[in-house]
């Protein structure tokens, strides 16, 4: 069964860099597949912030470019998150998730990790 | 890359049929025939309910289907069950490896 599990600081202050990483078992990232980062802040709807692919070539959302790094650890079977400059508007569930290669649904999801951006 | 536009809510009373619709463009909805939907809880992640429009995934009941026409894609819950209430999302493929959610339906059961 594949799982995936997010890991990173909750409090960020504003300006700074969020970091998250997400662990992947049951499955290896080499093997295929895209790997995303999804947010959600309170009480909002999701919001698709990039996706990587095992050979390391990312695609993100166009409105978070500027700011946004996604990189793959395929020996750690993990992929992270970088998000710059952050403010109070970044304040989001972040849910890291496995994307079909053809399609780009979601079919499997991280539990979610809340980073509240605060000083 | 603008989100799908959802209704806010829907609702339905037990063993009744919903549908949720999902518009965009020609460059998302239109444009691919990759259209999927969620479905969350609350305070849970969200599940995979209907992908590449109208394919459902392993343990997914049948009462969930999907559709598309144009730009607009919707999602039928037909006999509504009491653990059916949640929020839906749509997400498009939007090319490039990119995708873009829709805002969100609330569906409650009478």
């Known amino acids: 069964q594949v799982q995936l599990q997010e890991s990173g600081p909750g409090l960020v202050k504003p300006s700074e860099t969020l970091s998250l990483t997400c662990a992947v078992s049951?499955?290896?990232?080499?093997?295929?597949?895209?790997w995303g980062w999804i947010r959600q802040p309170p009480g909002k709807g999701l919001e698709w912030i990039g996706s990587?692919?095992?050979?390391?070539?990312?695609y993100y959302n166009p409105s978070l470019k500027s700011r946004v790094t996604i990189s793959v650890d395929t020996s750690k079977n993990q992929f992270s998150l970088k998000l710059s400059s952050v403010t109070a508007a970044d304040t989001a569930v972040y849910y890291c998730?496995?994307?079909?290669?053809?399609?780009?649904?979601?079919?499997?999801w991280g539990q979610g990790t809340l980073v509240t951006v605060s000083s | 890359q603008s989100a799908l536009t959802q209704p806010r809510s829907v609702s339905g009373s037990p063993g009744q049929s919903v549908t949720i619709s999902c518009t965009g463009t020609?460059?998302?909805?239109?444009?691919?025939?990759?259209v999927s939907w969620y479905q969350q809880h609350p305070g849970k992640a969200p599940k995979l309910m209907i992908y590449?429009?109208?394919k459902r995934p392993s343990g997914v009941p049948d009462r969930f289907s999907g559709s598309k026409s144009g730009n607009t894609a919707s999602l039928t819950i037909s006999g509504l069950q009491a653990e059916d209430e949640a929020d839906y999302y749509c997400?498009?493929?939007?090319?490039?490896?990119?995708?873009?959610f829709g805002g969100g339906t609330k569906l409650t059961v009478l």
């Open positions: 998730a496995r994307a079909r290669s053809t399609g780009h649904s979601f079919d499997y």
């Open positions: 049951g499955y290896s990232i080499s093997s295929g597949y895209y």
């Open positions: 990587i692919y095992h050979s390391g070539s990312t």
């Open positions: 020609s460059s998302d909805v239109g444009g691919y025939n990759y």
């Open positions: 590449d429009v109208s």
């Open positions: 997400c498009s493929y939007a090319g490039s490896y990119t995708s873009v």
